[in-house]
Nanobody, 124 residues
Framework: QLHLVESGGGLVQPGGSLRLSCTAPGASLRYYGIGWFRQAPGKEREGVSC????????NYADSVKGRFTVSRDNAKNAVYLEISSLKPEDTAVYYC?????????????????WGQGTQVTVSS
């Protein structure tokens, strides 16, 4: 069982930025692709970004391209999601998850282990 922990969420004004972190105490994330998903109240969980194992390749949902950046720091055993130019519609619980697919895709069923999520609220 892999335990993932997200952090970095909070309340931010429109146009603001946050950096979300995903860590795995007691395990190494370097062996997994990592996806970031979000779920707003009353909506389905949707994939926003992922970073692959093999070449560090990344994918982004169209709604966040140019605003979100995913990266990993294997020395710190962490994966980050930098979110900027935030909009009220970005308000959601953000989750990280692991995949063994060598090239990550934003398909929920391809992910195995999930964190508990971190709340991001964009409001003035």
């Amino acid at each position: 069982q892999l335990h993932l922990v997200e952090s970095g969420g909070g309340l931010v004004q429109p146009g603001g930025s946050l950096r979300l972190s995903c860590t795995a105490p007691g395990a190494s994330l370097r062996y997994y692709g990592i996806g970031w998903f979000r779920q707003a109240p009353g909506k389905e969980r949707e994939g926003v970004s992922c970073i692959s194992i093999s070449d560090g390749g990344t994918n982004y949902a169209d709604s966040v391209k140019g605003r979100f950046t995913v990266s990993r720091d294997n020395a710190k055993n962490a994966v980050y999601l930098e979110i900027s130019s935030l909009k009220p519609e970005d308000t959601a619980v953000y989750y990280c998850a692991t995949t063994v697919f060598r090239q990550c895709v934003l398909v929920r069923s391809t992910y195995d282990y999930w964190g508990q999520g971190t709340q991001v609220t964009v409001s003035s």
